[in-house]
């Protein structure tokens, strides 16, 4: 069966088109890991997200795609879909406190280390090569850390998610 000239013209043409959005789309890693900064730090500067749920000794924003699947003294295992979140927390430490920051910069081997300061916290977002097209991220708000393994696909959303959770920690006396 022989092609005629149109149709292999309109599947070049489409095999062109294919490979130009490709190119196009495909964001490099230091540009994503660049816009995980910057959407955590605009994120950690908005004003205080509210809290949605109320656990243990503290209340907290927790979207409705995330559930707590486990809780103990200072920790939540978290987890929307297939993807799990650790979130820390210290009530001895304060909003301000860098103990967590200090900890990620020892621990060292990682692609971003980045903090935030305004005049009643402190907080940072740190970003570690976990395996091809994985990353660890975590993300600090004074005595409070998140972390999970994301993708490059999902960093910057991850990033925005994580800080709000983080900067929305409120503890009961």
């Known amino acids: 069966?022989?092609?005629?000239?149109?149709?292999?013209?309109?599947?070049?043409?489409?095999?062109?088109?294919?490979?130009?959005?490709?190119?196009?789309?495909?964001?490099?890693?230091?540009?994503?890991i660049d816009q995980a900064k910057e959407i955590a730090e605009v994120t950690f500067h908005k004003d205080n997200i509210k809290s949605t749920r109320t656990v243990d000794n503290f209340?907290?924003?927790?979207?409705?795609?995330?559930?707590?699947?486990?809780?103990?003294?200072?920790?939540?295992v978290l987890s929307k879909e297939e993807q799990i979140y650790l979130l820390f927390y210290n009530p001895l430490e304060s909003s301000k406190s860098e103990l967590n920051f200090q900890s990620a910069q020892a621990a060292g081997n990682y692609v971003l280390l980045e903090s935030f300061t305004d005049d009643q916290r402190f907080g940072y977002i740190m970003v570690k090569t976990a395996k091809k097209d994985a990353f660890e991220l975590q993300i600090g708000v004074g005595g409070v850390k998140i972390t999970t393994i994301t993708s490059k696909v999902h960093l910057v959303e991850d990033a925005e998610l994580m800080m709000k959770m983080a900067n929305s920690i409120a503890y009961e006396s």
Do not use: A, H, R
């Open 1 to 32: 069966m022989k092609m005629n000239k149109t149709g292999l013209l309109v599947i070049g043409l489409l095999l062109v088109g294919i490979i130009v959005l490709t190119i196009f789309s495909y964001e490099p890693e230091g540009e994503v």
């Open 59 to 76: 209340s907290l924003y927790l979207p409705e795609e995330l559930t707590v699947d486990q809780e103990e003294n200072s920790n939540l």
